[in-house]
């Protein structure tokens, strides 16, 4: 069993900035991709970036130049900084992670969710 906790959420005005975090903890195997996905009220869940272990990286298109996803693989973090918001990046974020058992098995973990509010 894996747990991932985010962390770094919050009100913050346009143009600010904000970095999250999202630690995995527990019953590692070995993560591969950990990656952002975020959410607004009515809306359905969204990808904003991804991480492979190796480095790769893949953005929404929303969001390039503008986030940056990073990780730290010996302390199974993943984190990602947000500049420039705006008001549209308003939403719920929540970071998730693949835990591989072998190559061809995985589980798939979701952390609580992180709430950022942009608004002046």
């Known amino acids: 069993q894996v747990q991932l906790v985010e962390s770094g959420g919050g009100l913050v005005q346009p143009g600010g900035s904000l970095r999250l975090s999202c630690a995995a903890s527990?019953?590692?195997?070995?993560?591969?991709?950990m990656g952002w996905y975020r959410q607004a009220p009515g809306e359905q869940r969204e990808l904003v970036a991804t991480i492979t272990n190796g480095g790769s990286t893949e953005y929404a298109d929303s969001v390039k130049g503008r986030f940056t996803i990073s990780r730290d693989n010996a302390k199974n973090t993943v984190y990602l900084q947000m500049s420039s918001l705006k008001p549209e990046d308003t939403a719920v974020y929540y970071c998730y992670a693949e835990d591989y058992l072998s190559d061809y098995e995985w589980t798939d973990y979701w952390g609580q969710g992180t709430q950022v509010t942009v608004s002046s």
């Open positions: 527990g019953s590692i195997f070995s993560i591969n991709a």
